[in-house]
DNA sequence: AGAAATTTGTCCGTATGTATC
DNA sequence: AGATACATACGGACAAATTTC
């Protein structure tokens, strides 16, 4: 069988389903997640595809997994309530400099910089996007 | 071949292995690390192990990976304690949303999005460059 | 411009190790 | 001890982004 995943791959559309089972309550904190078995068979994917989906959400901290027992929900609150739903990605990439930024480093335009980019947002709608450039191996 | 992974995993010792040849410079600052392949044939380790190593250094930010294009060492410096000379200049005004933009913000590309650049700079040169791009207050 | 090669990303199936119940 | 559940590891296949020719 081909492997398609056109758009969105399959275990981060697995992941938001689990998610959002997680944060409507239909799994509350503290319970156990069904066990990857289990999953690899209500989804129809590979076990592998389901931990991907399992470690997305770990990093997220919406669930925490203990070896030999299994993978919980929401296992502590964020302690500020403020946190309602901050959720950041960041990537980093080489981009061109533009005119600006050549003007500012000191290099030519279309040198390639480090730029680190940050999304912040709020009940998922996007709130701000923060780009940081940086030279390569700068000395202090 | 059995799989024994007696105290430490496998892919735990090449995420060492290489961290510690990022730290000591033997691999630099920017330089790109050997393709998976490479590791993989280095290594005597599956693609899927060295994935998982070097899963663990990107977690660390000790290195950042781009799709087609490789893994990098080291992209951005760890902060300094000394932070002697910070200045910072600060300017605001209306840039057209490129296509990574529109596509966050879920406007139009080409459309106008509030851009605030600050500028640091230590001892006269420029450390950082910080773009942060929000939409107008018009909704939520 | 376009095709091929390179490199990372996703997915599958299987087997075995280790921790917990 | 046995059953269950997560962790590690292999190998193969195809997809997607980038670079090279």
Redesign the pocket.
């Given at each position: 069988?081909?492997?398609?995943?056109?758009g969105q791959?399959?275990?981060?559309a697995i992941a938001d389903e689990l998610r959002e089972r997680i944060t409507s309550g239909a799994i509350p904190p503290g319970a156990?997640?069904p066990?990857?078995?289990?999953l690899t068979v209500e989804f129809?994917?590979?076990?592998?595809?389901v931990?991907?989906a399992?470690a997305v959400l770990r990093e997220e901290q919406v669930v925490a997994?203990?070896?030999?027992?299994?993978?919980y929900a929401n296992p502590y609150r964020r302690e500020g309530a403020s946190n309602a739903d901050a959720e950041s990605e960041t990537r980093q990439r080489r981009v061109a400099a533009d005119a600006d930024l050549a003007a500012l480093f000191t290099v030519e335009v279309g040198s390639l910089i480090i730029e680190e980019q940050r999304v912040t947002r709020r009940n998922g709608t996007v709130r701000a996007v923060v780009r940081t450039y940086r030279r390569h191996q700068s000395d202090e």
């Open positions: 069988m081909p492997t398609p995943h056109y791959p399959r275990y981060r156990l997640l066990s990857e078995s289990a129809e994917a590979s076990r592998g595809t931990r991907q399992i997994t203990e070896h030999g027992r299994g993978t």
